[in-house]
């Protein structure tokens, strides 16, 4: 954990240095503002709407300071590309003082990274320890995007980093698996994380392998099977997540 004034209290209270807290900024700024949940304080406890991935962005944004309605105040949003399985990456756009527009990613590392001009990298140390791994990137639009248009996909960005937010395992579903085994019944995963990530989260399940999806909607399609998944059902298919 990292505070405003750059001390790491899991460190002893040592103060980050300053290029290292500017980069956890910029890191925060993508994550509150290339953001679709609700995080809000109330009566002492914290309220949340949305993806648990997103709310967790939330939370380390906050941690470093920044408020999600602050921030759209002083950089209004104009356009947005929400993530969508099919392009593994959402986007946010927001009005500059210059007259250009801020473009914010986040994203599978495999998928955006070339926007900036970088090879995919490997994020399987990331993955393996089970975190669900996003690249985040920012840049600079000067040419004119009518608000509400659906913008094209970016590019030029400049790469900031990974985050890892963890989505650990609903209580229960651990045994859950192994009654599942006790029956003889056969478990898969479905999972859209990184095959990394789907592999740490098999073994904490005991699971002999993790399944990737395009394997199993295939076995089920060649078996006569109609199959349809989506952004919403994944979490509940991959094991109970």
């Given amino acids: 954990m990292v505070l405003p004034d750059g001390r790491a209290p899991d460190l002893g209270d040592q103060l980050l240095p300053h290029e290292q ?3 956890l900024q910029r890191l925060a700024r993508v994550a509150v503002l290339c953001d679709e949940a609700d995080l809000d304080r109330r009566d002492g406890a914290w309220e949340n709407r949305g993806d648990p991935t997103n709310v967790a962005l939330l939370h380390f944004a906050h941690r470093l ?6 921030a759209l105040l002083a950089e209004p949003q104009t356009n947005a590309i929400a993530f969508e399985p099919e392009h593994r990456f959402a986007a946010s756009f927001h009005a500059r003082i210059d007259g250009g527009l801020s473009a914010l ?7 955006v990274l070339p926007m900036c001009g970088l090879e995919p990298a490997d994020a399987a140390a990331l993955a393996g320890a089970g975190l669900r791994v996003l690249a985040l990137e920012e840049g600079i639009r000067m040419d004119p995007l009518p ?6 996909e970016s590019s030029g960005l400049t790469f900031l980093g990974f985050v890892g937010p963890m989505d650990p395992l609903l209580p229960g579903v651990q045994q859950a698996i192994q009654r599942c085994h006790q029956a003889s ?4 995963m479905v999972t859209g994380d ?3 990530t789907a592999a740490a ?3 904490e399940l005991e ?3 993790a399944r990737q999806k395009l394997q199993l909607v295939q076995a089920a399609q060649r078996a006569g099977h109609f199959v349809a998944g989506g952004a919403g059902l994944e979490p509940h298919a991959a094991g109970g997540r």
Avoid: C, N, Y
């Avoid at 300071?65 to 602050?70: A, Q």
């Avoid at 019944?185 to 898969?188: A, G, H, P």
């Fill in 185 to 188: 019944i056969r478990v898969w």
């Fill in 194 to 196: 990184h095959l990394s």
């Fill in 207 to 209: 699971q002999a392998s």
């Fill in 21 to 23: 807290l500017a980069l």
């Fill in 105 to 111: 990613v986040k994203g599978a590392s495999e998928r």
């Fill in 147 to 152: 608000e509400q248009a659906t913008p094209p």
């Fill in 201 to 203: 989260i098999g073994r």
């Fill in 65 to 70: 300071g920044w408020s999600r309605e602050r």
